[in-house]
């Protein structure tokens, strides 16, 4: 018994291995237990990855595929399928302007019912292998087709008419890629084949597109994948990164685990010497009292206490029993309360709990104890509460709000917790729901506001981001305020005040009002306002959804232009070009030189009335023929513009000098300023010159006095030329409400214009179309009684062959001006205008200048700018006829130059012996009038031989 | 001379009358119907086909056609043209084909003028009115109509709406080439009428709204609106109409006739509009009492034995197809083939013909290829029943027939 071992030695004895080897099991339990949790952790996470990856790319699939269907069942799309006459306008307008992606160049197609191919865009590029996959689902079973293959994906759409498909809308995507945005997170997610093939990358640097990917050789990844559709989805991260989180927990572990086993040692230790030395004592009281055989007198601490826990027992018994009822009572209200009530001693021994909180210990297997010392730090610290999680499997999480009261005696002595916890699970639902509706909401792609009504001033009370967008307005600017003055820019109070007022009934409104950015800019925005009631049906609010439709609205501006364009022209066309031919204008002329034959003979005064109307009745027939002749010609898409060297200082001299001579007979003078223009340019010289005299000819036409003035410049542009051109008149002038529609067919200013004026009216329309396609501008400007300005702005090229002679106008007049014909020039001398128009129009092509008699003619060539080849001389003329004019050149007085210039008689006079007349005085040869074009193009080849052999020698 | 004529043909007619009864073993004569049978225009194709079976029955119950039994054979073009001109290239591989009977449908038939003209196909047009459906260019002209002609019917809306008293009148139209037919009509006879355009409306088929059109068109202040749609799109106009501006009157071409307008928009909505439509025939007119009862007997026995003189659907079909149908027949048996321009050439002889809409002096010409024309238009109201009954202006007066 001596040799016993010590109570002290003995504990630390039994204790110290047992303590080592439960550290040591500690340390493996934890050790693994991380490992484990990490691990599943980390397969959590990859899968959320590789979830989030297959939603997103189902969603965006899914969203795809729904816009090629609402653009399905658009109803311009279906009326195309019907319209077949017109839809060309339309369709192919409708489909090239779609976007249906962020990626660019869809290809797109429009099928009909049959499945064959109507309209195509960028459709080369899709394989082959997607030609006949989708029609059976699309076409017969009405069903939109989604195809994702390596080589793409082709979503197709039915377009359907009362429960079948009157065709389909098809797109292809090339890649995966445009339908998922990059995931945010640090590992690589792919989209793999069953070959192997990667589909999509979201790390394309190190895994690349296309490219092969071996699912079995990744040591050193962690890896996750899972199917989805055909194909694999798989998540990857490198080992040491993914585990990287939980590595720095090993030292942390370690280092814990030494000193709990040094502070069990000390505690063992410890408890050992107070127990051995209080055992010691009693042992020594015990022997005491043993050797007295009388109890041994009471130790008065001992005793005191002894005594007052007596007494205090007594008393706790008979408090309890008065307690007992009101303890029910009280018993009953801690058990209904929804919150869950625990109070412990400092010990954190459960004194007291409701239903609640016992239930919530049981089900999530907390000791009082772990619950208060996983809280007690939070709470006390922050001395406000404090929210925990809870889980189970397969159960929701649970939220409590905590709340830590002190428990004290009367004595106000600490003597325990008193912990209170509210469930609030649900109001943290409802508020995270409240949440995402507000981001949905303030990042919807439509702009959203919320206008107070109940405020006289309807102040805007809340704009989510696309509005700020939209307007360029940021909230802090909009929000409070009444915004109508600053956004609608062209509403009127008037309509703003009637739809409010429709709003505020409680109608919802929808509309399209025209408004201004911040930046100054129109835009049209589609509006829908909806009327927001209050529980008391009351309207406090309305709501704007708004968005800028500015594209849409124009798209469909251009279509409605399109189509009036093609409608009227189709109407024109029907009307007018079955009747009128090419061919309709030779008969025409052969009809002019009959009535100025007619018109020589012997008449009367009635027939001589009669045949001046038919003549002037046939001038403005020929004159509209040209018109429309032209005009279906642009119309038809016919119309080429060519592109030919010339000089356009020549060319306005010229035109000028044709109109010189009708607008002097008015008294009125044409001036000429040109700048800069002894260019050689390239460009299309006939057309210039038809859009040119096309104004002129208004010009004259419809000035009776003052000057009428041709301004041209010529400006050099990066590529070319800049030609500004314009024409002023002092005419009659054209009132500001009709200046837009003189461009527009058979418009002239108005009616009783043309009763006056005569013409088609195409004239201006045919000018305005050949600038366009020329790619330049037309305009007008005017004031009524003042006159009119017309301005055209066309490009043209530099010269094809820059070595020919440019710049020198008397060097360029030997130039020729355009390319159509013949380089002889002639000089058309006669009296009468409506044979002056036959022989302009049967030598079409040639340089024709104009005398309207002999004396005229002796000046244009003694004072003209131009060198004449031949001319064509009237005999019978008022002021000098053709014998005298004849006689004169041939003696000289129009220079030495000009003596023996052929001189071709026109005669109406067929008759035997005048050719001999002719000839006698002086004229080279003879041709009698009406002739046709073949005649008097024979007689004009005949003599270009002739003057160009002769001058080759 | 004429006496000699009736005689011959009756004789053929009593030759090949007897030759019917030992000849069935011939193939039978077929007529195609390309129609919309189910999507659109449903009524309309149904009444065409009644109508043409009616004439079948009657013409082979006195012994067919060159003594060989007529048959129909229905092809659903649906409203597309492109089904359109499949189903007329299918029917014109038939042997036995003796002409093509259209549907409702203007585009449609427009858009087989080519296929029509290349294969040799007579068409009858029972329904679709475009103008230019027979003043189509192509020589010899295959295309017969015993129809509205938009360009008439033009003529009749206008008359209609000044007899009415109004000036101007907006203009809502269907954006295909049966629209632009008669946007040209009414803007060709308008002044003649004394009305004034104030706005035109193009519809779009399947549009899903109209009331910013009606917005527009009530800014322009019309007296009433002329409208020439479909009936999805006819029902889609009246709501807009009844929502944004209920009083004004609508004058219909017959289009909302020939889908499901009535029975789609409702009994009580319908009454609420103050809205004519176009029409030809009804059993009401008493124009042919003869034939009208004997075909409306025939008709209740076939396909409806509660049928009143108001209650058939779509009736001006019926009644087209019914008269296309045996003037066709008279033209083959006169013919004595079934060659195309045989046929037609005989179909442009026929004279004195009593039908069941009138009594035609002679229904074609060479030059002529309407057999109807502005006269025998009258402008109908629907009745409590969906029905559809003459309109005079007693009606307005007690109140649009309700």
């Given amino acids: 018994m001596i040799h016993l071992p010590s109570l002290r030695r003995k504990i630390l004895q039994a204790t110290l291995p047992q303590i080592a080897l439960l550290s040591f099991l500690a340390l493996l339990i934890i050790g693994s237990a991380i490992f484990i949790a990490a691990r599943s952790h980390l397969s959590t996470l990859h899968e959320n990855y590789a979830d989030s990856v297959t939603v997103n790319l189902e969603r965006n699939l899914d969203m795809t595929a729904r816009q090629l269907h609402n653009i399905a069942s658009n109803d311009l799309v279906i009326n195309g399928l019907i319209d077949t006459q017109y839809r060309d306008y339309y369709l192919p307008l409708f489909i090239q302007s779609l976007q249906i992606t962020q990626a660019p160049d869809v290809p797109l197609a429009l099928f009909n019912y049959a499945g064959h191919p109507l309209l195509e865009k960028n459709w080369q590029v899709v394989p082959g292998e997607f030609d006949n996959v989708w029609q059976n689902d699309v076409l017969q079973e009405l069903s939109l087709y989604t195809e994702i293959s390596e080589n793409g994906i082709l979503i197709a759409a039915p377009i359907e008419l009362a429960g079948a498909a009157e065709g389909a809308l098809v797109m292809y995507l090339k890649s995966l890629e445009w339908l998922l945005n990059a995931p945010l997170n640090p590992a690589t997610q792919l989209v793999v084949s069953e070959g192997g093939t990667i589909l999509l990358s979201s790390r394309p640097a190190l895994y690349p597109q296309g490219s092969y990917f071996d699912s079995t050789a990744q040591s050193g990844q962690f890896l996750y ?259 109508y003055q600053m956004l609608c820019a062209q509403t009127t109070q008037q309509y703003a005040d009637k739809i409010l007022a429709k709003v505020l009934a409680g109608k919802k409104c929808e ?80 009809i002019y030189g009959m009535l100025e034959a007619l018109k020589e003979t012997r008449l009367n005064d009635k027939q001589a009335r009669y045949v001046s109307l038919a003549t002037e009745s046939t001038s403005n027939l020929l004159h509209i023929i040209n018109d429309i002749l032209d005009f279906s010609k642009i119309e038809a898409g016919k119309l080429t513009i060519e592109q030919h060297d010339f000089n356009l200082a020549v060319m306005l001299r010229k035109i000028v000098a044709h109109y010189q001579v009708e607008s002097r007979a008015k008294n009125v003078e044409i001036v000429l300023l040109e700048e800069n223009c002894h260019q050689l340019v390239c460009g299309d010289p006939v057309r210039i010159r038809q859009i040119i005299s096309n104004l002129l000819s208004n010009a004259v036409k419809f000035t009776e006095q003052g000057q009428i003035t041709v301004s041209a410049t010529l400006a050099t542009t990066a590529d070319g030329y800049q030609l500004s051109l314009a024409v002023s008149d002092t005419g009659i002038g054209i009132a500001s409400h009709k200046l837009q529609s003189v461009f527009s067919m058979f418009s002239q200013a108005d009616i009783s214009t043309t009763r006056k004026f005569g013409g088609t009216g195409l004239g201006l329309s045919i000018s305005q179309q050949l600038v366009e396609l020329m790619g330049g501008t037309i305009g007008v400007e005017s004031t009524p009684g003042e006159g009119s300005t017309f301005r055209v702005s066309i490009t043209l090229h530099g010269p094809k062959n820059p070595q020919l002679p440019d710049t020198d106008s008397t060097t360029s007049l030997t130039l020729r001006e355009d390319h159509l014909h013949s380089e002889l020039k002639i000089l058309l001398v006669e009296d009468n205008e409506i044979n002056r128009i036959v022989a302009t129009e049967l030598l079409q092509g040639y340089d024709i200048t104009i005398a309207e008699d002999g004396e005229q003619a002796i000046s244009q060539l003694t004072h003209g700018q131009s060198r004449f080849d031949l001319i064509l001389m009237d005999c019978h003329m008022p002021v000098m006829d053709g014998f005298e004019a004849t006689r004169r050149i041939r003696a000289g007085q129009a220079g030495e130059d000009y003596q023996h210039i052929p001189i071709i008689a026109m005669t109406a006079n067929a008759m035997s012996g005048d050719k001999e007349q002719c000839l006698e005085q002086g004229m080279s040869d003879y041709i009698s009038k009406p002739f046709s074009t073949q005649e008097i193009t024979d007689m004009m080849n005949k003599w270009q031989q002739k003057i160009s052999s002769t001058t080759s020698i | 001379m004429l006496l000699l004529v009736r005689l011959i043909l009756l004789s053929v007619v009593l030759v090949f009358g007897r030759g019917s009864a030992q000849a069935t073993e011939q193939p039978p004569v077929i007529i195609g119907l390309d129609a919309d049978m189910s999507a659109v225009a449903v009524e309309g194709g149904k009444a065409i086909k009644q109508g043409a079976l009616l004439a079948i029955a009657e013409i082979n119950e006195r012994g067919g056609v060159l003594g060989r039994p007529l048959q129909l054979k229905i092809m659903d073009h649906r409203g597309n043209p492109a089904r359109g001109i499949n189903n007329i290239k299918t029917l014109a591989e038939q042997p036995n084909l003796l002409a093509v009977l259209g549907g409702v449908h203007t585009p449609v038939a427009l858009a087989e003028l080519p296929t029509i003209h290349e294969h040799e196909v007579i068409y009858l047009g029972p329904w679709a009115a475009g103008t230019a459906i027979v003043d189509n260019g192509y020589t010899p002209n295959y295309v017969y109509r015993l129809s509205v002609r938009d360009e008439e019917a033009a003529k009749v809306m206008l008359k209609h709406a000044s007899q009415r008293g109004f000036k101007t009148v907006g203009l809502v139209l269907e954006r295909t080439g049966w629209g632009r037919s008669n946007l040209a009509s009414l803007q060709q006879y308008s002044q003649d009428y004394g009305i004034t355009i104030s706005h035109v409306s193009w519809v779009n088929w399947r549009q899903k709204t109209f009331i910013e059109e009606i917005q527009a068109q009530t800014s322009a202040n019309p007296d009433a609106l002329i409208t020439v749609v479909n009936a999805p799109e006819g029902v889609m106009i009246a709501k807009a109409v009844l929502q944004e501006q209920p009083n004004i009157p609508i004058i219909s071409h017959w289009g909302l006739a020939g889908g499901s307008f009535a029975s789609v928009l409702g009994s009580e909505k319908l009454q609420q509009l103050d809205l004519t439509i176009l029409q030809t025939f009804s059993f009401h007119q008493k124009r042919q009492p003869a034939v009208a009862a004997r075909v409306l007997q025939a008709y209740r026995e076939k396909f409806d034995s509660q049928a009143s003189a108001d209650s058939i659907r779509a009736v001006v079909g019926l009644a087209h197809a019914y008269d296309l149908v045996h003037l066709i027949a008279l033209a083959a048996d006169q013919a004595n083939s079934l060659s195309a321009p045989a046929v037609a050439e005989a179909l442009e002889n026929i004279s004195g013909y009593a039908g069941l809409i009138k009594h035609y002096q002679q229904p074609f010409t060479r030059e002529r290829h309407d057999a109807l024309y502005a006269d025998d238009y009258f402008m109908a109201v629907y009745n409590q029943q969906g029905g559809l009954t003459p309109f005079t202006m007693n009606t307005l007066a007690t109140g649009d027939g309700q």
């Fill in chain 1, 511 to 590: 509309m399209t009002l025209q408004m201004r950015h911040k930046d100054g800019r129109l835009y049209y925005n589609r509006l829908s306002l909806t009327p927001l009631v209050d529980q008391d049906n009351v309207i406090t609010h309305y709501l704007g959804i708004q968005q800028d439709v500015t594209a849409q609205h124009e798209a469909a501006r251009h279509l409605e232009d399109a189509r009036l364009r093609a409608e009227e022209s189709t109407q024109l066309k029907s009307q007018f070009l079955a009747s009128m031919s090419h061919e309709i204008r030779t008969p025409i002329n052969g």
């Fill in chain 1, 225 to 483: 994948q899972k199917p989805w559709r055909d194909y694999q989805v798989i998540s990857l991260e490198p080992i040491t990164s993914a585990y990287s989180n939980v590595f720095w927990l090993i030292p942390v572990l370690i280092v814990s685990i030494a000193l709990v086993l040094i502070s069990a040692l000390y505690s063992a230790r410890l408890a050992a010497n107070m127990s051995s030395a209080s055992l010691r004592r009693l042992h020594r009281n015990l022997q005491q009292a043993a050797r007295s055989s009388e109890l041994p007198p009471r130790h008065p601490e001992k005793a005191r206490e002894l005594e007052q826990i007596h007494q205090a027992f007594t008393k706790l018994i008979q408090d309890v029993s008065l307690l007992s009822l009101s303890n029910n009572q009280f018993s009953d209200v801690i058990h209904s309360m929804q919150e869950l009530l625990l109070v412990v001693d400092n010990d954190y021994q459960l004194l007291l709990t409701n239903q609640r909180g016992e239930l919530f210990l049981q089900k999530y297997q907390l000791s009082p104890a772990q619950l208060f010392q996983s809280l007690v730090q939070d709470i006390t610290e922050s001395n406000a509460g404090y929210t925990a999680k809870y889980s189970r499997a397969n159960e929701k999480v649970l939220h409590i709000s905590w709340q830590l009261a002190p428990l004290q005696n009367k004595q106000g002595e600490f003597i325990g917790h008193v912990l209170v916890g509210e469930d609030i699970t649900e109001r943290l639902q409802l508020e995270y729901d409240i949440q995402v509706r507000n981001r949905a909401i303030e990042y919807a792609s439509v702009g959203m506001t919320i206008v107070k009504t109940s405020s006289p001033s309807y102040p805007l009370e809340y704009v989510n981001q696309a509005f700020e967008q939209m307007t360029g307005y940021r909230k802090a600017e909009l929000i409070g305020n009444n915004t």
